[in-house]
Structure formats: structure tokens, C-alpha cells
């Protein structure tokens, strides 16, 4: 339950969620997938789930990651063993909606377009939908307590590799 | 039935048989059409849908048979029908929600209305307005029908056929598919998650694909990396007796290093996970069988991988694309532990499953990789010549030869 509503989150606050969430962004687009893990503290929990999903309820999406450590394997995976045609991506985010949850969390909704370029040149939009995230601040640090991107389409092309 | 005859396809199989697929067939026109015919309106049963999908009644929701749009329905008795999803007034959509819940099924054309059987009960302006226009005096209803499909269910799963010579759902699984299936489905069983991918192949490259044990742990190193399965793991390859349907299985427990692996690229990494509750499982059953991955001709594989149960449907959306859905389904009676390791474990498969994300891909390799060399052909002589069991070893592609000779049957070559 939000606490304080989003005309309670200062402009300063507002602009280092602002910058957070570009940071996350850009390390996936910039293909430090290594640092993406640390966004995230040590249990949080990173889902990717199609929209009709999220909103029946059902527990099982695209891809899940309980924990950093899941993440560092996923990272590893598609470093060392998963094959897959190249391909990079653009993220472009949206404004959030900041609130303050009772338990102190932020509950940030932001909307995304991802850009997906395949290594024979091709551009398309991969994937568009809302990132859905607890924020949490430790050590002076903000850290993704939860992160649920919720994809628009329950349809991918191809195949799901790189975080989103 | 009035069916649009596609024109026939000469095509000289290779002298070989089933060791050898001629490129051509996953390119050609003709023979996509050719296959809307003789394969998706042949005597096989087609998966449509679950039955947890349309639980009450009134509930319908969309499948297809090949490119046929298909809507599923349960009428008021309970009862399950299946029609072709095309008005039999000017063929638009019917349906166009992918499920819903009505009393009757209304065009949103010209509002004609079928009920949950697809029978047509009325047409708007029938009688014309003001005494102007309207059908002619001999119209009747009762002679237009959303085009019937005729429909089974087996352990939840509903099927659908629009030959009248495709026998009796138990007849045409065998009785080895069907105790597989009768094993994994029998108990109530619900939806945990769904979606979708768009592989850019002929749908039969993915038909190869699930039947194809010998790339497995090839391709898909995480499953090496990890130990989860590997091909000296017990396991065999078992077909029915008609060759059409298979069921790999492995037993985890079984695993003996073998030499072989001591060179595959994808047996070299250190196989400590961060997060290594990924792979916790609990014994369901007590054959000793981790690992199995069922299909069922032509379009149908059902899996059971540790405790992660899914069923996987297969569609052509044109010539070189396909859309393959995964259904992740759970036991009504599963706890919230259960449906945990459920839950993680499906990170393994799907369209970012780490276990099966390369088969995204990898067929579209191959689609690519044929162009321009449709008078090829492929060579499958892996695990011998022939179309049989292959209990002690899952590097054969028996399946696939399996797969060609029904489909060479049914097509005429």
C-alpha cells in the first residue's frame, strides 16, 4: 500500500530514481551484463512476465531470477554456454511514477520501448511494456529490492537472452 | 466437406528414404499447402487446447489446426465442440478475443449468431426492415453452421480432426503414449504460465527438433554444464509402433562419466551455480525417470523435465514461421513448496529457458542455412537406418526418421 502519493517525492529523490533506472538500462545496452546483478540486492527477485499473466496471477512468465545469484548464472550462461545469433539492445524509458510504500520501499512504475539489432543489421522493437520496481536505499545506494518487467506480448521473437 | 484442393506436388523422395529429407520441403509453397490437406485435415488428432482452459460452460477460446483458425467451445451441458472460427456468411472471424465467455457466438459483421455447437440461430435484418428487404422466403437457419470439427479429450488435453476416418484418440496415441500421457496428465492439473515464441522456421524443423535427442545435450550446454542430462545418462529413445510418437527419458540418478565427453565443448566448465536452487527436485514418480519429453504426431510434445511439466504446441504461421507455445501447468493439489521448484524450474525451458532458448534460433539456422539448395537433402543416419526403439541410447535420430515416414505417408511419396 503507497503511504505518501507521488506529489510527496521530492525533485531531488525524483532525480536519482530517474538516474538509477537509466543506469540499469544503459549497462544492458552497453553490454556490461557483469555489473547488472549489482543493481539488485542479494535477494531480490527479477521476473520478466507477459502482461496477461501478470495480471491473471499466474506464477510463471518468461524468465525468472530469485536472488543475484541466479542473475550472476544467468549472466554466466549466456557468456559461456547458451548460443545465440548477436544482438544488441536500446532501451528508451519512460517518466516513473514514484510512491512510497509503508514499508519505506519505493514503488516506481516506468514504461520501456527495447530496440532489439540483430548482427545481420535488422532494428525491430523486441519487446514494450512497464517496469514494475521496489527501490530500496542501502549504504547511500539505491538497489532493485524487486523488479517485474511485465512485456506487453506473451509472444517473443526468437528467444529471451539478455535481461531486458 | 468442401475442402480447396491444393494442386498436387511430384516430388521423387530420395532412393535413400528416411535417412535422407529432401531441403525442399520446408520451402516450398506448394507443399505448405499441399500439407493444409493431407497432414492438418488428415486422419490425425490435432491438440486444440486444454481443458482447464474452458472450464465452464459458455467458455470458448481460439486455437487452430495448421493456418485454420479454430474456436474451442463448452455448452451449456458441459459438452466440448470445436468449428472452424469463419462466419458461414462472408468468413470473417467469429471469435476474435483469444477467449472468452458467452451464451452464443455472434459475427460482429452482419450479427450472425451461432450457438456453442457453431449451429446458426438467427441472422440480423432477416425479415428485412419495415417489410423491405431481408433473406429470401426459403432461408433457413438450420441449413448454416459454423464448419464442424470433430473433437476428443484425453487427461485434459482436447484434440480436434476434420477427417471422419481418424480413429478413436486411444487408437491413435497407442497404448505406450498413452500411459505417458495418462502418467504425466491424469491428475487434475492446473495452468501456472503461458506464452509464446515466434521460431522464423518451417514448423517442421521444430518437429525435428523435439524428436531429436542427439543434439540435446549438443547444443544446449547447460544442461552439460549442469549435469541435468547428458546422453550417458540412462535413457533411451522409445516410438510407438507406427513410428509417429516418441518419448525420450533419462534418469538423473543414473549418471556415469563417460570418456566421450571429455572433448565436447560444452563439458568443459565448472558447473557451480550461484544460485544452485535452480535444479532442487522432489521424486514424483517412482520409475526413476527425471527427464522425459513426449511427441505426439504431428504437432504436440509434453515434458516432464525434474518436476517442470509443460506442454508444448507447435503451429505453422506461413511457410518459414512457426509459433510455439509453452503451457507450464502444476497438480491441483501441489503445495506452495512444490509449486516453487515448479515455478524456478521453468526457467529451464521457453522462450528464455536456459536449457532450450538455442532451438529458438537453431532452426532458422537451418531454414537460412537451405536456401538456395532446395534439390539437397539432409542425412540422418545417426543411431542407424531404421524407424525403432533405441532403449539404451539416446544418440539417434530414430525419432525423426519416424517423423518422415508418417509425413511421406500421409503426403503420398
Redesign the interface.
Known sequence: MDQIGPAAIGAALRERVEDFLAEIAFALDDDRLEDWPGFFTEDAAYRIVPRDGYEAGRPIGILLCEGRGMMQDRVLALRTANIFEPHSYCHLLGRPRIARAADGALTVRSSFVLYRTMQGGGTEVFAAGKYVDRIVERDGALLLAGRDVVVESRRVDILVVLPI | MSVALAPEVSLRWPAAGVTRVPFRVFSDPAIHALEQQRIFRGPLWHFLCLEIDIPNPGDWRLGTIGETPIVVTRDAHGTIHAMVNRCAHKGALVCLQERGNAEALTCVYHSWTYDLAGQCQSVAFRHGLRGKGGMPEDFDPAQHRLEPVRTTTFCGLVFGTFSDATPDIETFLGPGAAGVIRRNLSRPHK??????????NNWKLYAENVRDSYHATL?H??YT?FKINRLDMDGGMILSDDGRHSLSYAKRAQLRESAEYANVH?AQ?ESG??????LDAFTEFDDGITHMIQTVFPTLTIQHTLNSLAVRFFTPRGIDQT?LFWM?LGYADDDAER?AM???Q??LT???G?VS??D???N?FVQRGTRGSEDREAFLEMGGRDVASSDGSRATETAIRGFWQNYRGLMGW
Open positions: 495452468l501456472l504460465g503461458m506464452h509464446s515464441q515466434i521460431i522464423h547444443l550446454t547447460f554444464t560444452s566448465y551455480l550461484h544460485g544452485p536452487h535452480l509459433e507450464y509449486t515448479r515455478v524456478r521453468a526457467n521457453g522462450a528464455a536456459l532458448l538455442e529458438g534460433c537453431i532458422e
